[in-house]
């Protein structure tokens, strides 16, 4: 069988950093091909490269065997190359149809857009995919949550009939029904003989779906593997270049006084009633489906969304939070979910954004900046997080989404938080990365820290929380601790 696409000896190299050295791989027709790396490996860069973002600096890119050079994204969309990427690239003002058929819109005889077959089409494609019944052709898409933009994304490939289709992180903010509906995708097309590329850092899904899968590790080639001839442990120890024990780092913590308590808080539509407590040297989990309320919850604790009513005591003292700002003086940080959108200011430097909520505290007289403690402060974080980056006056949003991660991380321990919420704080973090993030936590709640933690994954939910409470529908529905914590009764709880 000859492979359809092939990186041959591709180099990419960017001002300071060289990319990508040399790297050889072969893509085949009906298989998924799993590319592995920790943040800053080269997985996006290449990816880049055979989509006609990026030009490569040497080697080529053949495909059915013949070079190709794009120079465009568009040229490789028109040879029927698609990219489902980790940040959402779907246009908010338009609807799902509009978004799905975007660049091949039907027309009628008279030339004029067919809006009705648009829509019939495009709504036939979500019905195949099992989810017409949550998401409509005629959604607007900045009215979809983010799994349901996701989703939609998914349609839009699907509808191209693309060759080559390659999935950077597509399950990150899926609920496990959305995963089995992309997974039953991902089957159709690599049975009608397309080629996938799929990157993940969730090991297991790589063993559930994947052929066979190569590995990079600071932009070189390291290996390509059968994925039945190899295992987890094997695959980890070859993306870091040493084995990893347990990623979670589990450790026996002491819960401390009350650090932060949440009464009977109501928002309508979307969440009811929601009551919890987190301790000092303590990791509370919150799991839900996609849904449930959690992120809406906690953005509104920490000043983010305005509540109906209930209370919210910061070590037992009734506060009252009409913004952030509010939150971080009493020395709350708040790791958000969607880190482009809410989390980072990209086009700013790593330490713009590493200092930015602790300017007030470390002011000069006459409130004039500290531009010596802003340098100190970042090059700290830098090394204590091993945050990869060519120095800290680099613009973050050129940082791997990892990366970009730890800064976000860093900047809340600049601030001297006291309480943490987390929310997904490891979505889209390699391996070894996580391990390192898992730590930092446990250090946190070791010093007399709290941490309140929103995940979707459930090992990691079980693997680092000391408690969990589950949420469905906007209600908690329990509260799990010691054996109790299992993925049967966590599911119990989260479909109650």
């Not at 080697?59 to 465009?72: A, N, P, Q, R, W």
């Amino acid at each position: 069988m000859k492979p359809t696409i092939q990186a041959v000896n591709i180099s990419k190299e960017f001002p300071g950093v060289k990319a990508l050295t040399d790297v050889s791989i072969d893509f085949y027709p009906g298989e998924v091909h799993a590319l592995l790396g920790e943040n800053g490996a080269g997985k996006s860069t290449l990816i880049k490269i055979l989509s006609g973002v990026y030009t490569p600096t040497s080697g080529k890119v053949l495909l059915d065997g013949e070079e190709i050079v794009f120079t465009s994204p568009y040229d490789a969309i028109n040879r029927k190359i698609a990219v489902i990427h980790q940040e959402l690239s779907i246009a908010p003002d338009l609807t799902v149809a509009e978004n799905i058929f975007l660049g091949s819109e039907p027309k009628k005889k008279n030339g004029l857009l067919d809006r009705a077959l648009m829509n019939r089409k495009s709504q036939e494609i979500l019905d195949n995919m099992g989810i017409g019944n949550y998401i409509k052709a005629t959604d607007v898409a900045r009215n979809l949550t983010a799994a349901q933009q996701q989703m939609a994304e998914i349609a839009k490939v699907i509808n191209r009939e693309a060759r080559v289709v390659i999935l950077d992180e597509p399950t990150s903010s899926l609920s496990e029904y959305e995963i089995e509906a992309l997974f039953n995708q991902i089957r159709k097309m690599r049975d009608a003989g397309v080629t996938l590329i799929y990157i993940s850092h969730r090991m297991a899904e790589i063993f559930t779906m994947c052929d066979r899968a190569t590995v990079l590790m600071d932009g070189t080639f390291v290996c390509t593997k059968m994925v039945q001839d190899t295992n987890e442990k094997e695959l980890v120890a070859s993306m870091v270049g040493r084995e990893i024990g347990d990623y979670y780092n589990r450790q026996v913590h002491t819960r401390g006084r009350e650090m932060l308590r949440v009464e009977g808080l109501c928002r309508d539509k979307e969440f009811e009633n929601v009551s919890f407590t987190a301790y000092a040297g303590e990791i509370l989990g919150v799991y839900g489906l996609i849904g449930a309320g959690r992120t809406e919850t906690m953005e509104t604790v920490f000043g983010a969304r305005e509540a109906r009513e209930g209370k919210v005591f910061v070590k037992g003292e009734e506060v009252h939070f009409s913004s952030p700002l509010d939150a971080i003086a009493k020395r709350i940080g708040m790791v958000t979910e969607d880190r482009r959108r809410t989390g980072l200011m990209l086009q700013k430097s790593v330490k713009d954004n590493a200092v930015l909520p602790s300017i007030p505290m470390h002011k000069r007289k006459f409130g004039f900046a500290n531009p010596a403690w802003e340098k100190e402060a970042t090059l700290d974080i830098k090394k204590k997080l091993m945050v990869k980056t060519p120095s800290i006056e680099t613009t973050i949003g050129s940082l791997s989404g990892g990366n970009q991660q730890k800064v976000i991380l860093g900047k809340w321990l600049l601030a001297d938080s006291e309480i943490l919420i987390l929310d997904e704080p490891t979505r889209g973090i390699d391996v070894n990365a996580k391990s390192e993030f898992y730590a930092l936590m446990n250090e946190f709640v070791a010093n007399g820290g709290a941490i309140v933690m929103i995940s979707s994954e459930m090992p990691e939910v079980i693997g680092i929380s000391d408690r969990i409470i589950v949420m469905h529908e906007g209600k908690v529905t329990g509260e799990l601790t010691g054996d109790a914590i299992n993925e049967h009764n966590i599911i119990m709880l989260a479909n109650t």
